[in-house]
């Protein structure tokens, strides 16, 4: 028996609590095992990274579809939009770009009941495999439409709704800073800083070095042992 998608969703998470959601969605991938199904895929092939499926399908015109073109793809699930029973739009993001999936029951294989199973299984945040052919959409939005949706790897933590803008949240919680608001070009910055740098320093003859140092406590804390992950001797080795 399958509900609709969005009555499957409801009932998963009938509980908003965080620890609910986690425990719900274990169940959900402890019944797929036990269904003899793989929850966790060793493999999937990838034919298009999401710049790639850019570049080679937007000339693409409004309503036009490659139907004989195969290609695959994966991402991120970040947003879900249910506009049918037979049609759910889901947003997959994968290295800082956003493509658009297009789930139209028609084209995936004509089983009803295999499209609730497979799209009534994802939730925000999982990691997923496509299937498809490239399409645009009377919107003129870039698409895949799928022939088959592969779950590779479930979140099993609730994301926020509204999207990530509490400062702290997103220190003290990078990855869900990274998830929410893809972040990934302050760190690829970050990075470039830092091979910079020590380039520069190690063309002078400078050493790098690792060292632990005991720090003096505050009043009230007790002391411990504080260590500096990065330092540079200042004079040049001999």
């Known amino acids: 028996l399958h509900y609709p998608l969005r009555?499957?969703?409801?009932?998963?998470?009938?509980?908003?609590?965080?620890?609910?959601?986690?425990?719900?969605?274990?169940?959900?991938?402890?019944?797929?095992?036990?269904?003899?199904?793989?929850?966790y895929p060793h493999k999937f092939h990838v034919s298009h990274s999401h710049a790639l499926f850019v570049d080679q399908f937007s000339r693409l015109l409004p309503e036009e579809s490659l139907e004989e073109t195969s290609v695959t793809v994966a991402?991120?699930?970040?947003?879900?939009?249910?506009?049918?029973?037979?049609?759910?739009?889901?947003d997959l993001q994968s290295c800082g770009i956003k493509?658009?999936?297009m789930a139209n029951a028609r084209n995936y294989g004509?089983?009803?009941?295999?499209?609730?199973?497979?799209?009534?299984?994802?939730?925000?945040?999982?990691?997923?495999?496509?299937t498809g052919f490239p399409s645009r959409t009377k919107r003129n939005e870039l698409s895949i439409v799928p022939s088959s949706v592969a779950v590779l790897?479930?979140?099993?933590?609730?994301?926020?709704?509204?999207?990530?803008?509490?400062?702290e949240t997103r220190y003290r919680k990078r990855y869900l800073d990274l998830i929410m608001n893809d972040t990934r070009e302050?760190?690829?910055?970050r990075a470039q800083i830092i091979h910079y740098v020590r380039a520069f320093l190690?063309?002078?003859?400078?050493?790098?070095?690792?060292?632990?140092?005991?720090?003096?406590?505050?009043?009230?804390?007790?002391?411990?042992?504080?260590?500096?992950?990065?330092?540079?001797?200042?004079?040049?080795?001999?």
Do not use: W
Request: proline letters at 4%; a positive charge; charged letters at 35%.
């Open 7 to 39: 009555r499957q969703r409801q009932m998963c998470i009938r509980d908003r609590d965080a620890s609910a959601y986690t425990d719900n969605r274990r169940k959900q991938i402890a019944a797929k095992v036990e269904g003899g199904r793989v929850a």
């Open 75 to 90: 991402g991120r699930v970040q947003f879900i939009r249910e506009s049918s029973k037979k049609l759910v739009f889901l």
């Open 186 to 189: 302050i760190f690829y910055r």
């Open 153 to 167: 790897s479930p979140c099993l933590a609730m994301l926020p709704k509204k999207g990530l803008k509490d400062k």
């Open 202 to 238: 190690d063309s002078r003859d400078f050493l790098e070095v690792r060292a632990c140092f005991r720090a003096s406590a505050r009043p009230s804390v007790r002391p411990s042992v504080r260590v500096l992950s990065l330092i540079h001797i200042s004079e040049p080795t001999r």
């Open 110 to 130: 004509g089983d009803l009941d295999l499209f609730k199973r497979d799209l009534g299984e994802i939730r925000r945040g999982d990691i997923v495999g496509v």
């Open 99 to 101: 493509l658009q999936v």
